[in-house]
């Protein structure tokens, strides 16, 4: 007996063993240990950051073939339903909600309204499923919001921070409310 | 208000504790002998140790979806507030199947460690008596508990969509490649396993001829279910590949439609296996039209139970309203195409169990297990594909057309099976011990192998919460408040596995 149980051990071993060199490998892969990085500033870096991190915007959206995600909108050119990056899309759709609200419209109102009130415009063949992205569980402060914003403006479009941080039209509203909830 | 717990319990935990109830009572006809208060004190066993499990599923089902707490995060409500959170019950029937499927194959092991080391003939017959039961045990809790699992992951992702999100496409989507590995495994080991123990009964030649069709089903199978939708590549393959991360077939296999489509085959292909083994000695059969009224009843009411199963989501389908699912309206088509599907299913039922009265009992499975595949595999497998450009939203109804179809296929196949064969002349006894020692290796990995894919799934329930000791209400403010990687996770499961398995050892063996 004393002999099948080291047979048995030893076979468990280099079970345990195969299972431990998948997760190293899979880990190795996907870009090795990640820990909580502090996030700072309000720049398209920090939003590229908390895009495919913290704000866990990459699990519904990819950007291009970054990414694999297709629960919601491509916001890079994917296919012959995206054709134009975000950056360059949101002008666009500016343009669109104008005239569904007969409010002025800027890209960065369009894009502060997608992050502050998504429910607002839902992209045709896709559900209205957007969480609050400043309440918990994501809890994004309202600098990290405006980054993500700066990301987004970058794909395609111009950078403009001064229009996140003071909105023309529409988004001045949005920003209130984002930064009353979150201050809250 | 009431005193009671049972008018704020949703349906499902009704159903789950009335099971519960219904098993309590029904057991008391045991109790004619003392075979029967042996079989009656396990039955009190099982009960009492489930709901010790689901006292302690509801500390950690409220961590993942705190009930009784107001905005501000502060808990307002009582002690059965917090105990009737949205996921208690969801993860109390997945983990009692993931035990009933455990217990089998650990008892497995133990018998296989006994027929590695057995002596005599004596001996290895009996623990090859007990590895055959085991693994019954083991796979009648494994077949349904991919359900059980999706069912859990729905009501997840109904209480968080980003708790939901981040478990099948955020952070533990590798986890889930894993995951697939590990179960994929047991089902092609278990396979494996009746595959060999049909050497030992006479009679099962007949139906080897399958086994390599199975064999590849189950192969092809898997190795899509593990096909990522974006593929790890090094900057050198990504150009060769067009600078596209997604490979140009491989990218679909990656996509849940194609993952719903191949763990129906499985679980169908498991099944079939399964049928093909139990059948193995069935010599000459009694017609199912000489067994009396019998058939006719119990053939009539499963029936009914598989035609409501199928039937009423048919029916829900055609009702289904697009804008439920923020879809234009032209979209319901979609919809009553499967619909359409699964009233055809329900007439393969009825048409099943005219074929099996009239003593056709054989085309009568082949017809609802053919047509079953048929819908939830291919069909379904090629039109969740269309669904996902068109009507994305919609693509969660497909599955569970998918389940329903698949849940009634197994319930009603194994209810004519038991008449087919009911009484039956043998072939000949079963040759126990006659089992090679790598057959008993087999059940060594299925022991294994659902140890480490319990600490698996442990791990994404738990890490689901991210930084959150109680999700949405109390933050992990401290750095270590980050997700371990998949390869800490394999170190913490696997040594976790090797001194659960060593000091299970030493306990049956009253070593300590």
């Known amino acids: 007996m004393g002999k099948a149980l080291l047979k048995v051990f030893v076979f468990m071993i280099v079970l345990v063993t195969i299972f431990l060199w998948v997760g190293h490998t899979i880990t190795a892969m996907t870009g090795g240990e990640r820990k909580s990085q502090a996030i700072v500033g309000i720049n398209p870096e920090a939003g590229e950051a908390i895009f495919w991190g913290k704000g866990r915007c990459s699990t519904c959206h990819s950007i291009g073939d970054k990414g694999s995600a297709v629960r919601c909108p491509n916001l890079g050119v994917f296919g012959e339903k995206f054709t134009l990056p975000i950056g360059l899309r949101a002008a666009?759709?500016?343009?669109?909600?104008?005239?569904?609200?007969?409010?002025?419209?800027?890209?960065?109102?369009?894009?502060?309204?997608?992050?502050?009130?998504?429910?607002?415009?839902?992209?045709?063949?896709?559900?209205?499923?957007?969480?609050?992205?400043y309440a918990p569980p994501i809890s994004l402060t309202l600098d990290e919001v405006k980054a993500v914003i700066s990301y987004l403006q970058s794909q395609g479009g111009e950078v403009n921070i001064e229009a996140i941080s003071n909105p023309p039209g529409e988004g001045k509203n949005l920003l209130n409310r984002i930064a009353a909830a979150v201050s809250a | 208000m009431g005193m009671g717990i049972g008018h704020r319990l949703h349906g499902d935990g009704r159903a789950f504790i009335t099971v519960m109830i219904l098993t309590l009572g029904g057991g008391l006809f045991l109790l004619k002998d003392r075979k029967g208060v042996h079989l009656y004190m396990g039955i009190l066993l099982n009960i009492f140790g489930t709901l010790i499990m689901m006292l302690a599923n509801s500390w950690v089902s409220f961590m993942m979806s705190?009930?009784?707490?107001?905005?501000?995060?502060?808990?307002?409500?009582?002690?059965?507030?917090?105990?009737?959170?949205p996921l208690w019950i969801p993860l109390a029937m997945h983990r009692m199947m993931g035990n009933i499927a455990f217990g089998g194959f650990i008892a497995g092991a133990y018998a296989a460690v006994k027929f590695i080391g057995a002596k005599t003939d004596e001996e290895r017959a009996h623990y090859d008596w007990m590895g055959y039961i085991s693994n019954f045990v083991g796979i009648a809790g494994l077949l349904p508990l991919p359900f059980a699992g999706y069912y859990f992951g729905r009501e997840v992702y109904s209480n968080s969509a980003v708790m939901g999100n981040n478990m099948m496409g955020g952070d533990f989507s590798w986890t889930f490649i894993m995951q697939a590995m590990l179960v994929g495994s047991l089902f092609l080991i278990s396979n494996y396993y009746l595959w060999s123990g049909m050497g030992r009964i006479p009679g099962a030649e007949r139906y080897r001829g399958y086994i390599k069709f199975l064999l590849a089903i189950i192969v092809i199978s898997f190795a899509i279910w593990l096909t990522p939708h974006n593929l790890p590549l090094t900057g050198e393959e990504v150009g060769q590949m067009g600078g596209s991360q997604y490979h140009p077939t491989l990218k679909y296999l990656g996509l849940m439609p194609a993952k719903n489509a191949v763990v129906n085959f499985i679980i169908l292909s498991t099944f079939f296996s399964f049928l093909l083994y139990k059948r193995g000695n069935k010599g000459k059969t009694i017609p199912v039209s000489q067994q009396g009224r019998t058939p006719k009843i119990v053939l009539s009411i499963i029936g009914l139970l598989c035609l409501w199963l199928v039937?009423?989501?048919?029916?829900?389908?055609?009702?289904?309203?697009?804008?439920?699912?923020?879809?234009?309206?032209?979209?319901?088509?979609y919809f009553r195409t499967v619909g359409t599907l699964l009233f055809i299913n329900c007439a393969a039922i009825i048409i099943a169990i005219a074929l099996t009265l009239k003593d056709k009992g054989i085309i009568a499975q082949y017809l609802y297990i053919g047509v079953t595949g048929f819908n939830v595999t291919l069909f379904l497998g090629v039109y969740?594909?269309?669904?996902?450009?068109?009507?994305?939203?919609?693509?969660?109804?497909?599955?569970?057309?998918?389940?329903t179809q698949l849940i009634s296929c197994l319930i009603l196949v194994t209810t004519i099976d038991s008449f087919l064969f009911k009484n039956a002349e043998s072939m000949g006894e079963m040759k126990w011990g006659k089992m090679s020692i790598r057959s008993q290796y087999a059940l060594l990995v299925l022991c294994i192998v659902i140890t480490l894919n319990m600490g698996l799934m442990g791990f994404i329930r738990s890490g689901l919460r991210t930084d959150w000791h109680i999700y949405g209400v109390l933050k992990d403010a401290s750095e270590w408040a980050y997700t371990p990687s998949n390869y800490t996770m394999t170190q913490m499961v696997g040594s976790a596995a090797i001194v659960f398995l060593v000091t299970g050892d030493l306990l049956l063996r009253g070593r300590i």
């Open chain 1, 92 to 133: 666009e759709r500016a343009k669109e909600r104008e005239q569904q609200t007969g409010k002025p419209y800027t890209a960065v109102d369009y894009l502060l309204e997608c992050v502050g009130n998504p429910s607002a415009y839902v992209v045709e063949g896709y559900k209205n499923e957007m969480p609050t992205v």
């Open chain 2, 66 to 85: 705190p009930s009784g707490v107001d905005q501000k995060g502060a808990f307002i409500g009582t002690a059965i507030d917090a105990l009737l959170n």
């Open chain 2, 311 to 333: 039937g009423q989501y048919a029916v829900y389908l055609y009702g289904l309203d697009p804008k439920e699912l923020d879809l234009p309206p032209d979209r319901a088509g």
């Open chain 2, 384 to 403: 969740g594909f269309v669904v996902m450009e068109k009507a994305s939203p919609f693509l969660r109804n497909i599955a569970v057309s998918q389940f």
